[in-house]
């Protein structure tokens, strides 16, 4: 079974400055990682996945994650914020094979509000 | 337009009621799968199924129900409905696995 942690539940930033959402995972089987976007009153959006190779993940609208299986962490970043980067993010985790696999467990959600 | 469509995107019913929540998977996908987003529980897994037949399950209640058609449409339902059921309701598809997982825009479902 697996299980993930979003370790904020909110966080407030101002327009272009750095942000970073974390996301710690538990896993006893290899595992791909995800992180989705929700914007209000819409479905899930895929921003990124972590399938193997390369433990820095780029995705869309200039987000990136990195891979850490030693800490169990998929951070999730981007440099410089906009206001339409207001919506919530979760981080998802399927085992990559078994029973686990095609599922995703989620996080509880990180509201990202960005402020001019 | 994500390709997931799901149908109805609102729905308001009683309690003790029966509802059925449609959805039409991308075109070439074979498998749905089924998720609950309430305030209390978050996102949770209900149910996958893959050309026809059901592949996992998750937190699904007994009064809850899926089938997927030889079209490949699922269809949710849900009975004897309570407050407690009220929640987004999501369906997404892929090829295979979770490589291409494309989630519809959902079904808040409200029971009064």
């Known amino acids: 079974a697996q299980s993930v942690t979003q370790l904020d539940s909110q966080v407030p930033v101002f327009e272009e400055a750095p942000v970073e959402l974390r996301c710690n995972y538990s896993?006893?089987?290899?595992?791909?990682l995800f992180w989705y976007v929700q914007y209000p009153n819409q479905g899930l959006q895929l921003l990124l996945k972590?399938?193997?190779?390369?433990?820095l993940v780029k995705g869309i609208n200039g987000f990136e994650a990195e891979f850490n299986k030693s800490q169990t962490s998929f951070h999730l970043r981007k440099p410089s914020v906009h206001i339409s980067d207001t919506a919530e993010y979760f981080c998802?985790?399927?085992?990559?094979?078994?029973?686990?696999?095609?599922?995703?467990?989620f996080g509880q959600g990180t509201i990202l509000t960005v402020h001019p | 337009d994500s390709g997931v469509t799901q149908t109805p995107k609102h729905l308001i019913t009683a309690t003790g009621q029966r509802v059925t929540l449609r959805c039409s998977p991308r075109?070439?996908?074979?498998?749905v799968y089924w998720y609950q987003q309430s305030l209390d529980q978050g996102l949770q897994f209900l149910i996958q199924?893959?050309?026809?037949?059901?592949?996992a399950k998750g937190n699904i209640l007994e009064r809850f129900s899926a089938q997927q058609f030889p079209d490949l449409h699922s269809e949710l339902n849900l009975s004897s409905l309570e407050l407690g059921d009220s929640a987004l309701y999501f369906c997404?598809?892929?090829?295979?696995?979770?490589?291409?997982?494309?989630f519809g825009s959902g079904t808040r479902l409200t029971v009064v």
């Open positions: 972590y399938l193997s190779g390369s433990t």
């Open positions: 998802a985790v399927s085992g990559s094979g078994g029973t686990s696999y095609g599922k995703l467990t």
């Open positions: 997404a598809s892929s090829p295979r696995g979770v490589h291409g997982y494309t």
């Open positions: 199924y893959y050309n026809g037949e059901e592949r």
């Open positions: 075109s070439g996908d074979l498998s």
């Open positions: 896993s006893s089987v290899s595992v791909y």
